[in-house]
């Protein structure tokens, strides 16, 4: 069964920095895809970046291009996302999701994306 639980939401004023863990069990690391998606209230969700389990490949939005780092501890079987330079644009429930498919250019529409975190918020203040 896989499971996906985040932590390290808060709330920040803007230009602060906060990092996103997310701890994986249950899921198989070879050759997959798994990563952040964002969702703000009254907003559809969107992805934030994403990496391939196998090659180490990264996707960022463009939105999030030089502020937000996606990185992984396989020891620790954990996912990070690095937030730096934070905007209140940025406020949102952050959640860890993983896919048995690798990553292309349909990542960021969350396809095939089959499993996910409860969810961690995130609060930018101006």
């Known amino acids: 069964q896989v499971q996906l639980v985040e932590s390290g939401g808060g709330s920040v004023q803007a230009g602060g920095s906060l990092r996103l863990s997310c701890v994986v069990s249950?899921?198989?690391?070879?050759?997959?895809?798994m990563g952040w998606f964002r969702q703000a209230p009254g907003k559809e969700r969107e992805g934030v970046a994403v990496f391939d389990t196998g090659g180490g490949t990264t996707y960022y939005a463009d939105s999030v291009k030089g502020r937000f780092t996606i990185s992984q501890d396989n020891a620790k079987r954990t996912v990070y996302l690095k937030m730096n330079s934070l905007k209140p644009g940025d406020t949102a429930m952050y959640y860890c999701?993983?896919?048995?498919?690798?990553?292309?250019?349909?990542?960021?529409?969350?396809?095939?994306?089959?499993?996910w975190g409860q969810g961690t918020q995130v609060t930018v203040s101006s």
């Open positions: 999701a993983a896919r048995y498919v690798l990553c292309g250019s349909d990542w960021s529409s969350g396809s095939y994306f089959g499993y």
């Open positions: 249950g899921y198989t690391y070879s050759r997959n895809c």
